[in-house]
C-alpha cells in the first residue's frame, strides 16, 4: 500500500493562508481519485475536499471560496492551498485515496477511503 504523508500545516493567524501537501510513497491509482479531511478536537472526522478521476471537485459549504484541491502535474502530490483562514479551521487535516469503485464520485464518506495519511495540524489564531 502507497503511504500517504502530509506536510504544511502549522500555527496562523486568522485570514492568513497555509498550503498542505499530501506526498504518496509511490504511484498512485489517481491523484484525481482522493479527499482532504480534517478532524478538530471533540469532534468527527468531516470531509473538506474531493475530487474525481472526471476532473470534478468537491468542497465543504464552511470552505468554499477559501480552500482549492488541486494535483501536482509531475509529481505523485496533491496539494490543499486554504486561504483566508479561520479559528474555526483549526483541526488536524488528512489526505485519503478513495476506493477505486467510487473513484467517479466526489464522495466525502469516510468508509469510501481506504489509504490515510497520519495528518497535518493547522491551528488558526484569532
Known amino acids: 500500500q502507497v503511504e500517504l504523508v502530509e506536510s504544511g500545516g502549522g500555527s496562523v493567524q486568522a485570514g492568513g493562508s497555509l498550503r498542505l501537501s499530501c506526498v504518496a510513497s509511490g504511484s498512485l491509482y489517481s491523484k484525481e481519485c482522493m479527499g482532504w479531511f480534517r478532524r478538530a478536537p471533540g469532534k468527527g472526522r468531516e470531509g473538506v475536499a474531493a475530487?474525481?478521476?472526471?476532473?470534478?471537485?468537491r468542497y465543504a459549504d464552511s470552505v468554499k471560496g477559501r480552500f482549492t484541491f488541486f494535483p501536482d502535474n509531475v509529481k505523485n502530490t496533491v496539494y490543499l492551498q486554504m486561504n483566508n483562514l479561520k479559528p474555526e479551521d483549526t483541526a488536524t487535516y488528512y489526505c485519503?485515496?478513495?476506493?477505486?469503485?467510487?473513484?467517479?464520485?466526489?464522495?466525502?464518506?469516510?468508509?469510501?477511503?481506504?489509504?490515510w495519511g497520519q495528518g497535518t495540524q493547522v491551528t488558526v489564531s484569532s
Open positions: 475530487i474525481n478521476i472526471s476532473g470534478g471537485r
Open positions: 485519503a485515496e478513495r476506493r477505486i469503485p467510487v473513484c467517479g464520485s466526489t464522495s466525502f464518506e469516510v468508509d469510501d477511503y481506504y489509504n
